[in-house]
């Protein structure tokens, strides 16, 4: 079946724009996980949703950054005002739900730029 | 609170063995291990659940000693295809605040 695909897979802006970034998970993944790696680091966690809700936003890096997911489904992850610090790539996975025996599967990932 | 990996890098030559450690100062109900090719999404290798059982995939298994918050990756008979960068992730006690470790890069030579 289809795997997490993520829209669009590059994107290069200027600072100071707006940015939406898009994850489609796997059909019927409750969980939605976000992650952001910079160049040759880790894997640095974002936000993560059971369902519509958010329980933890603990790794969101300023009030530039909000996400969110409608329908169980599709989750968006906005940046406003774009710094050339948020340059990185934007990975998103899925799982059947979150924590314990769930494994998650990984979109190939946004690739930004900001200029 | 990030899981400490070590070693930070390790070069092989095919056939030989590693081994990279994940520990954590917190107590851990699961931990996750992940391997990710250059330029590409990381993939799932297996979950280890609080209980200390050991798993095995191919060449590739790994043990989860809950007493030492702490879980080894061991790779037999290495092959090129496993060279990239692997990471664990940890969760609590109460199975939530997954995070992965830095990543442990790993090179397998000809």
């Known amino acids: 079946g289809a795997g997490v695909s993520q829209s669009p897979s590059n994107k290069v802006t200027e600072k100071g724009k707006d940015v939406e970034l898009r994850c489609d998970p796997i059909?019927?993944?409750?969980?939605l996980y976000w992650y952001r790696q910079s160049l040759g680091q880790g894997l640095e966690f974002l936000i993560y949703?059971?369902?519509?809700?958010?329980?933890?936003k603990s790794g969101l890096p300023s009030d530039r950054f909000s996400a969110e997911r409608t329908g169980g489904s599709v989750s968006t992850l906005t940046i406003q005002r774009t710094q050339q610090e948020d340059s990185a790539v934007y990975l998103c996975?899925?799982?059947?739900?979150?924590?314990?025996?769930?494994?998650?599967?990984f979109g190939p990932g946004t690739r930004l730029t900001v200029t | 609170q990030q899981p400490v990996q070590s070693p930070q890098a390790v070069i092989l030559r095919e056939g030989e063995d590693a081994v990279i450690n994940c520990s954590s100062s917190?107590?851990?109900?699961?931990v996750h291990w992940y391997r990710q090719k250059h330029g590409e999404a990381p993939v799932f290798l297996m979950i280890l659940l609080k209980g200390g059982e050991q798993k095995g995939h191919e060449k590739i298994s790994a043990s989860f000693n809950e007493k030492k918050q702490q879980s080894s990756l061991y790779l037999t008979a290495s092959q090129l295809s496993y060279s990239g960068t692997y990471f664990c992730g940890t969760e609590d006690n109460y199975g939530q605040n997954f995070v992965f470790g830095p990543g442990t890069r790993l090179s397998v030579l000809p």
């Open positions: 059909s019927g993944h409750t969980a």
């Open positions: 996975a899925s799982s059947l739900d979150t924590g314990l025996s769930y494994e998650q599967y």
């Open positions: 949703f059971q369902g519509n809700s958010a329980p933890d």
């Open positions: 917190k107590a851990l109900y699961s």
